[in-house]
């Protein structure tokens, strides 16, 4: 099968998009933004500039993200999509315990992959 066939372009430009914005307001004062930055150890707000580098990264991950879920829906292998899901939020979690990540650091940035995660399926489902 092909990376192409199938899939729901505009579900995956809206499943990432949509991440992104969830992203924006998951770290955001409003949700678990002061928590985040006092389990990293940042100040909110205090970047002389806005961090575009990491954005444009951001958004290339999403969309990649986003296009593998597409992928595994055309192909009835959703529950593939998933088991991927936690496996590299295994990896994520043992590499953030090695830097001393602490808990809550980690709970925040795993719970908003599990949210946009659940954003790129219904994108798809949607369109």
Excluded: C
Aim: net charge neutral; no cysteine.
């Amino acid at each position: 099968m092909e990376l192409t066939t199938g899939v729901s372009w505009i579900g995956v430009i809206v499943g990432a998009v949509a991440a992104f914005i969830v992203g924006w307001l998951w770290y955001s004062p409003m949700l678990f933004g002061k928590k985040w930055a006092d389990a990293h150890g940042v100040e909110m707000g205090s970047a002389p500039s806005m961090p575009v580098q990491a954005m444009v990264a951001q958004l290339v991950g999403l969309f990649l993200v986003s296009w593998f879920v597409g992928v595994t829906a055309v192909s009835g292998a959703l529950a593939t999509a998933i088991l991927a899901l936690i496996g590299f939020g295994a990896l994520y979690d043992s590499g953030a315990m090695f830097a001393k990540t602490p808990a809550a650091g980690r709970g925040i940035n795993l719970g908003y992959w599990i949210v946009a995660f659940v954003v790129m399926v219904i994108s798809q489902a949607i369109f």
